[in-house]
């Protein structure tokens, strides 16, 4: 008696396919650390050895002992813990107003809060130099002007510490408003009207009842405000060096001038790293807590106050914080762009096409720069991506037991300010081992590092929507993981990501930080030309430039939400 075959039952047989996932999750963690560990290692063998390669602390001692290297540590702990409060100050009402009252107009000021967001703190800190300069800004400029004062008496002076503090929260409050605003919506309606029942107010409910239940969010958000302010290079580079005090990051980019003390710069870039990586932890600890996490009411029971007569006060607020941060600063850098000078006012006498001109047909680095630009970009945006979409798929799905520790490997990046990777990758890639400095390979490695936590966050959450069930069939009819990926999952996924795709793109082409250490006269991006023209003080082709990046960055936006073959999906701060 024959048996009976699969093939002669006519029951399907499954072939037997070589599965790729295995040799890819090992690929993606020597990539991965690669770009992370080869960095850090680089800085630590900088920081304790000295010229002759010997091991030393003299370094760690020079930061204790030297006042020029202790005082910067102080300004930017001072400076960045102000920031957070000043941030919490203008996000906290401002999200209550948009999440829990009927003012109207509340998608508009999402927009507007976004569009800040999407602003590069730089190009807002040279917005505001045009602005509030204390001889040539154009607030002083209408205030002489009203009260007939001298050429030199000024109201405002953005180049203070606390000029810096409000120029840099303008465009970290973004990330306050955004977990405020969540945790707002998800405030138990029951418990504000138990208190409206027994006699309580609007301020007593907000103060007793709503503030508490929120103060989580409130206190993550500061912090992430806190350390996008202590990371920072661009804002104080362009507002506290003219007024002759260095932060910590301006500092480590001084000490690579010349002559170039790269032992001192590493080991001054190690404890910005610590905190760094502490204030992370204390975030994460804080959104985690059980208080957090079970906060929400009923879906859709959002409750919606009527001010009363205190709507005018709100949307005086309102226009005032929106004002300050969005539309003064957008319409100082489209009159700079448009006039001869700063200060005179932009009337058909004085409109001209000039800087437009010069910027695109007579300067000559801005064609490579944008060239540079745009590919690094693109670039950037489709290998992260890429990446971030396999890891993402590999850790979520447990593929093995070492999965959780590729998660770990894709958002270690996060914990890395971005002028202390620029100080590892000038070590790494400058030796005559891995020539790479001056190529634009090193500025993708460098984007690459800092842009994947983003992409890998987005499309590890996008994964959990997804049912393991659809995956489960395609390996029951003999597919691998991989063609499972490519044919099932990615094509559902899709929405995210173009998302993910948009937000590297878009954090690629503003980056400042790290890429100040990084680039040469080949390969020079938009960002440090706008950097460049600043200490030129060509604030008309900055803001040409400026405007540019920003439409760029709006559009990519705008068709990420609005292309019918996304679905709708949003883009937005998810840092952190």
Known sequence: MTAITGIDAGIPTRRITFDWSRPIFVLLTVILAVLVVLPLGWLGYYAVTDQTGSLSLANFRALVTDATLRRPFIVAITMSLSVGAMSCVIAVPLAWIVARTDMPGRTVVRGLVMASFVTPPFL???????????????????????????????????????????????????YVFTLVTNAFERVPTELEEASAILGGGLWPTLRKVTIPLVLPAMLAGSLIAILQALTMFGSPAILALPANFHVITTKIWSLFQYPPKPG????????????TILLLWTQRRILGRRGYTTLGGKSGSVRITVLGRWKWLALGFTVLILSLTVLMPYAALVKTALTRTVAEPLTLESF??????????????????????????????TIGTAIALVVAYLVTRGTSRA???????????????????GVGLFLSYSSPILPLYGTLWILLIAFLTIEMPAGYQQLSSAFKSVHVELEE???????????????????????????????????????????????????????????????????????????????????????????????????GPVRG
């Open 124 to 174: 807002g800190a040279i917005a505001w130099e045009i602005l509030a300069a204390p001889n040539s800004g154009i607030i002083n400029a209408v205030y002489r002007w009203l009260f007939g004062l001298d050429p030199y008496e000024y109201l405002v002076d953005i180049y203070t510490l606390s000029g810096l503090v409000f120029a840099i929260s303008c465009y970290t409050f973004p």
């Open 403 to 421: 999965a959780p520790y590729l998660g770990y490997l894709a958002t270690a990046p996060i914990a890395i300010p971005g002028i202390v990777l």
């Open 473 to 571: 069939a395609g390996r029951i009819l003999g597919a691998t993981r991989m063609t499972t990926l490519r044919t099932i999952t990615a094509p559902l996924l899709r929405s995210n990501v173009v998302a993910a795709w948009c937000f590297v793109f878009i954090g690629t082409i503003r980056e400042l930080s790290a890429t100040i250490l990084l680039t040469t006269a080949d390969t020079k991006l938009v960002s440090v030309i706008i950097y460049d023209l600043n200490e030129s003080g060509d604030l008309g082709a900055i803001s040409v430039l400026g405007i540019m990046l920003l439409m760029v960055s709006f559009a990519v936006v705008f068709l990420a939400n609005r292309l019918p073959l996304l679905g709708g999906m949003r883009v």
């Open 264 to 275: 001192l710069a590493a080991a001054a870039a190690l404890p910005l790293l610590l905190v």
């Open 352 to 381: 001209t096409l000039h800087h437009i001109w010069f910027v695109f047909f007579e300067f000559s680095a801005t064609q490579l720069a944008l060239r540079n630009t745009f590919l690094l970009g693109f670039l950037t945006a």
